[in-house]
């Protein structure tokens, strides 16, 4: 639906990075989709979800009004921004105009504490919108020990640059819910593609990649997860390989320190790095190997014909893994169940355990001791921030002791 308005408005030349977005759009549609479905009245049932009251904290100095002037990122609708910034129902005497931004986290009760001792880090994307710094707060509310976020508007090509104000706002908030570097896995803008075989096209994705590892460093995050890209159809996998890999490695000398995580893919027409050796090819041609890495996404392997459905088998894809690529490589993880079967090449998530993946590729997951550490992230539908809460605390519950 976005896909269709968004083209009307854009340029014959920017078609053909629609094309692109579109061949992988269910998770933009699914992320769309989820955060319009948000709403400050649950109906998910929390008798499950253990409550606690956060200790006060001085976290964010501004104003409601000081935030709306430093937010930059448009992505969501301003109705669900409204919706994350107040508290639970619970709470609801504190209307959004006298609640002071997330500055008074006293009146706020998460939908789930966070599992601060354990080794799986788990969490959700989470909404940035009305100021980058939320995602923190947004995370930590749905008991997520680890997050993502989009560092911009994902339907632009450009975005305002962050405010010092921002940048350190960010810092403080990361500090005070003690969240590291580790635990956060930004996704990349769905409009690049840095495997596009026309020169002009390409130089447009890669600033946009160029500008969004520039943001991590200034927020000190060092994970940076995008989807490798496509061939469109005018070149060859191996070509396409070549441009993302000669992306990557420029990107690295215009930065510091930011690692670029490569997501596997489900599949569908020319994208590519939905199979494990194509990940690799990219890794072969990247200079500075400490920089770059992998995310696997479980709904994308699973379409791309990758089975994790049974212990034997969950094996095989994770030694093939192991073998290809390697698990030294392994930088995050994207949990979501798939409404398609085993090998659909579409990328279309669904709940954990409700999907054809089905729960136990989850509990071997969650008791693999090789994905201890890294942010392990849901990018579900419809779940809302309850959802996701329920979710976090279903994934936990199958760790066994
Ligand atoms: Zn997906
Ligand atoms: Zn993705």
Redesign the pocket.
Known sequence: MFSVRRSQRLSNKERIQIQLEES?S??EKTYSQKVTKRTTKSNVSRQNIKKARVKKTDLISESVEEEDKLSNNSAQPKQENKNLLLPPEKDKKVSHKTMPSIKSLESVTPLLLRNFTAKKLVGAHVSAAKGVYNSIYNAHQIGGQAFALFLKSQRKWNSPEYTEEQISTFHKALKNFTYSSNQILPHGSYLVNLGNPDGDKRDLSYKAFLDDLKRCEQLGLKLYNFHPGSTIGKCTSAESIHFIADGINKAHQETKSVVCVLENM?GSGNVIGSKFEELRSIIDLVKDKARVGVCL?T??AFAAGYDLRTKETYKQVMDEFEKVVGFKYLRGL?L?DSKTELGSKK?R?ELIGKGYIGLDAFKFIMNDVRLDGIPMVL?TPFSGDAGYAQEIELLYSLVEK
């Open positions: 992988e269910q998770e489900a996404d709904c994308h994207h979501n990328d998530h990018e």
